[in-house]
């Protein structure tokens, strides 16, 4: 399956090196077209000559080394490449990619890239663990690279624990899988719809009322249902982050204009997941001009902005229907509640005042209500861990294997 696939390796330094070079050459073997580029510190373990010999192609390691006049190289490779790999990936690497920084071959290469972007990371068990790194894996997987997890065992360093680099056939299997199209995609054809962030109820040309809701955990979502084939329709408010590879991005601001693009794509979804933290009162009046400040206290008249899980919930016809509960206190009184008044078939909740879960953190600890009554505890996990678990209950109703 890998025959003719042109296949970029990027190989940072860590002593997994060995393994890039045990991956290229299974890689050719399979008849993959493979090119390396390699950082100053990969060439401290293996030198470039083994991977050309390996290869049987030019091996690249300065961005100004220029091997064909008629070219850019960083640009030609990345227009060449139907995927690029990045094994193994040092916590060096991770985070001038999350954060956009290109000073070397590689990462001004990945900058420059279109083709799907995977990431083997290999590193010290407490490396892979400080919240920075899983910070810019969390980032990096928001912006669309899949991740080869470490696996666990005997590090070089001397420790055990998790992230050795996963092995050079596993790899190889998974990228022949990736192309031959046999990868599990459990929700492919499926339509959902997920709501994302804040709304902004405008006071006048310069105020509003919001919260604190980053997008976050929609945005995960999102990406992850892109990831496991869905047509994902991400509506959503105000955020600072980019919307996840393969998925269309609707921009709202308010909540009547969330309601309103909600309503008009929910005939034809299958489900929707309504993450974002909708303001439940708006500005009775709106003011053309700003408000200038007067001597003492100044009311504001407030009206309640549209239910838009109410409404869902009565117009549901065969969707499934999953909302979200950010809650202070009396999660299971609360989140059972909505469940039954809303006529969900999920709620998600989460208590947004205990340390690691709710707004502008990139993990969560929620727990999932069903409509039968049952409900998962999750621990503590990364926004994207949380929505892979939502979204294999969501596949289990859609495909009616609902095991609960």
């Known amino acids: ?31 993959a077209a493979v090119k390396v580029i390699m950082s100053d510190s990969a060439q401290k ?42 094994a193994p990936a040092t916590a060096n690497v991770i985070g001038k990619l999350a954060n956009g920084i290109a000073d070397d071959m590689i990462t001004t290469t990945l900058l420059a890239a279109t083709a799907p972007v995977w990431v083997a990371p290999a590193m010290n068990v407490h490396m892979y663990s400080h919240p920075a790194v899983q910070r810019n894996m969390n980032l990096l997987k928001e912006f669309g690279y899949e991740f080869l997890e470490p696996s666990e065992g005997y590090l070089a360093c001397g420790y055990v624990g998790k992230g050795r680099l996963e092995e050079p056939e596993t790899i190889a299997a998974k990228l022949a899988d990736y192309f031959s199209g046999s990868k599990a995609k459990p929700l492919t054809g499926k339509s959902i719809i997920i709501t994302a962030g804040p709304t902004r109820e405008k006071i006048d040309p310069v105020r509003f009322i919001s919260n604190h809701s980053t997008g976050k955990m929609g945005y995960a979502l999102a990406g992850e249902a892109a990831a496991m084939g869905a047509v994902v329709t991400l509506i959503s408010g105000p955020v600072n982050i980019p919307a996840p590879q393969g998925v269309t991005l609707v921009k709202v601001e308010s909540a009547a204009e969330m309601f309103k693009e909600v309503m008009k794509e929910f005939p034809t979804a ?12 708006t500005p009775a009046v709106y003011h053309e001009q700003k408000v200038k400040k007067q001597p003492g206290s100044h009311a504001i008249e407030l009206e309640r902005t549209k239910d838009i899980l109410s409404a869902l919930g009565m117009e549901k ?55 039968d009554g049952s409900k998962l505890e999750l621990p503590q996990m990364s926004k994207r861990e949380v929505a892979k678990v939502i979204l294999d209950k969501v596949t289990e109703i859609l495909t009616g294997n609902d095991r609960s």
């Open 317 to 371: 016809q065969h969707q499934v229907l999953v909302g979200f509960a950010a809650e202070t206190e009396k999660l299971d009184e609360y989140a059972i509640g909505k469940l039954q008044r809303k006529n969900a078939d999920m709620i998600v909740a989460n208590n947004v005042t205990v340390s690691g879960a709710g707004f502008g953190t990139d993990t969560n600890i929620v727990t999932i209500y069903k409509k």
């Open 1 to 31: 399956m890998l025959n003719d696939k042109k296949i970029l390796l990027c190989v940072t330094g860590g002593i997994a090196v060995y393994k890039a070079a045990a991956l290229t050459s299974k890689l050719t073997q399979a008849g």
């Open 45 to 86: 373990f293996v030198t470039p000559l083994t991977f050309q010999s390996l290869s049987r192609n030019d091996v690249y390691t300065d961005t100004f080394d220029e091997k064909d006049p008629e070219v850019i190289s960083h640009i030609d490779l990345a227009d060449w490449a139907d995927l690029i790999l990045v």
């Open 270 to 281: 299958d489900a929707v997941i309504k993450t974002a933290a909708v303001a439940d009162y």
